[in-house]
């Protein structure tokens, strides 16, 4: 990446501050280019999601494994509910998601409660052997009452699958049959999982994140001070990612502790360390031995840290600088907050991010943690949480007394509660998948690079005023 003018290159840059130039192109298609991160870290596409209390969980991580890039696991996760999530990541189907079930005893109220917890937008009844007998979707119910028993309802006969079916026959069934989920079983009519059309068509653009043994792959965030009995727990669950989480990442504490995890796993894992904003901090937490950094101080919709501390960087000369000291390395980092749509995270990318995470942009999906609300005006929206707001601090801080309880929440920094509504096409992680892999490979074809490497090498970046950045957003108006 370079600057069209260098007297920018010691600017300090946001996101809006910047654009890209064309280069000449010669492709024919937008699939020609290669979306996986320069480092691998097993995953196919260059975006992980944040280990916040109100994203990541099962859900979510089983999801977008299976589109080829990775979840973290928050670490304020009690072991046994990080063991029970991850032998369900590793049961999961690699190409088929979960379906959600419900019994013929169950009512409408029953099916209404666990419909929006995937976004298939069905749930399907099961007989007691577990074969599939009937489909829901939210239409089909929402004209009965509540407590109508799912068992006595009349539906068309089901159409299923059997396992071996391509993407190809699924998505041309679907099409026939007028259909948007097709249930897949086994020789003996037992329900396993279920295919979506649009799944049909991702599984064909995206590869999934898979261990050393086959199976859909996770990370997960362990505090810097206490991780030796839980590092060893998941290690043995085949959990080979590991972030060591603190606010400020560059002090005594994390270096020590990236030293200790590397010496009682060595290479067998990798470490993630963060968070850092300067050339020095990537430096040093990479020559302690960590593989990556996570770079940015609080540039997130959730976290008042830097407007109540004023310490901070704007993340795109954040993510450059630190970049380009740990590539003289042979590392990487990840680019962390302010991404609020495609273009942020493609300006990552081309300041030589390896990985961006993502947030608050994937709380309000149905795959997040949180189970969908209804406001007054019966609009679904999920609730979402700062890490270091007074409810995240009361939660991790419950084995204190109230005494050191309300020590530690004088120093809470963020939000504690915020609604996010869910967005009318954006409903799925998947969706967000979709959008922004889309507009990245677009963005490459524009750069002509066939792979993210090129992408940062051939990058030149100008400097725009904020009328600028206006310009370059939608006008037209929307109706509400």
């Known amino acids: 990446m370079k600057f069209n003018n260098p007297i920018y290159e010691n600017e300090e840059l946001a996101y809006e501050d910047v654009f890209l130039f064309q280069n000449y192109f010669e492709w024919k298609s937008r699939l ?3 979306v ?25 991580a089983e999801t977008i494994a299976r589109y080829g890039w990775l979840s973290v696991l928050p670490q ?17 189907n690699v190409q088929y998601d979960t379906p959600i079930t419900v019994n013929a005893h169950n009512t409408i109220r029953d099916a209404w409660w666990i419909i929006h917890k995937r976004a298939h937008n069905c749930v399907i009844l099961v007989d007691d052997d577990g074969k599939a007998t009937s489909i829901f979707k939210p239409s089909d119910l929402e004209s ?12 068309p006969k089901l159409i299923t699958w059997k396992v071996w079916i391509s993407d190809e026959d699924a998505f041309a069934l679907m099409d026939e049959k007028n259909i948007s989920s097709l249930p897949i079983v086994d020789d003996q009519w037992i329900l396993k999982w279920i295919l979506t059309k649009k799944n049909t068509l991702r599984n064909s653009l995206y590869k999934p994140t898979l261990d050393a043994n086959w199976k859909l792959d996770v990370a997960v965030a362990v505090w810097i001070n206490s991780f030796d009995e839980k590092v060893q727990v998941l290690f043995d669950l085949w959990i080979r990612i ?82 380009q000291e740990a590539q003289k390395h042979g590392w990487f980092v990840w680019a962390d907050g302010w991404v609020k749509s495609p273009r942020d995270l493609i300006l990552a990318l081309a300041a030589w991010a390896n990985h961006v995470m993502i947030g608050t942009r994937f709380a309000w999906v149905f795959e997040s943690v949180w189970d969908v609300k209804y406001d007054e005006q019966w609009k679904m929206y999920k609730q979402n949480y700062g890490m270091a707001s007074k409810k995240a601090v009361c939660n991790r801080s419950q084995n204190l007394n109230k005494f050191q309880q309300a020590q530690k929440q004088m120093f809470r920094e963020g939000i504690s509660s915020s609604k996010i509504y869910i967005r009318q096409w954006m409903e799925s992680v998947g969706d967000i998948v979709d959008e ?23 990058a030149i970046v100008g400097v725009q005023t904020s009328a600028g950045f206006v310009e370059g957003t939608p006008h037209g108006k929307v109706r509400k």
Request: glycine share 6%.
């Open 32 to 34: 020609d280019a290669d």
């Open 144 to 155: 009965l009452d509540q407590f109508t028993l799912l068992g006595n309802i009349n539906r």
């Open 76 to 92: 304020d996760m009690d072991i046994e509910t990080l063991t029970m999530i991850i032998k369900h990541i590793k049961n999961a």
């Open 242 to 323: 590991f972030v060591l989480d603190t606010a400020h990442g560059y002090q005594k504490s994390m270096i020590e502790n990236i030293k200790k995890i590397r010496s009682l796993y060595g290479d067998k894992i990798k470490v993630i360390a963060w968070n850092v904003i300067t050339e020095n901090a990537t430096r040093d937490l990479l020559l302690a031995g960590a593989d990556g950094v996570k770079v940015g101080i609080w540039p997130w919709a959730m976290c008042t840290t830097r407007i109540k501390t004023w310490v901070g960087r704007p993340q795109f000369t954040a993510v450059y600088k630190c970049a």
């Open 436 to 458: 922004c892999m889309t507009g990245l490979r677009s963005s490459m074809t524009y750069l002509w690079a066939n792979n993210l490497a090129e992408f940062g090498e051939k």
């Open 36 to 60: 996986r991160p320069t480092v691998s870290l097993w995953t196919n596409i260059p975006i992980v999601t944040a280990n916040m209390n109100a994203v990541s969980g099962k859900r979510m």
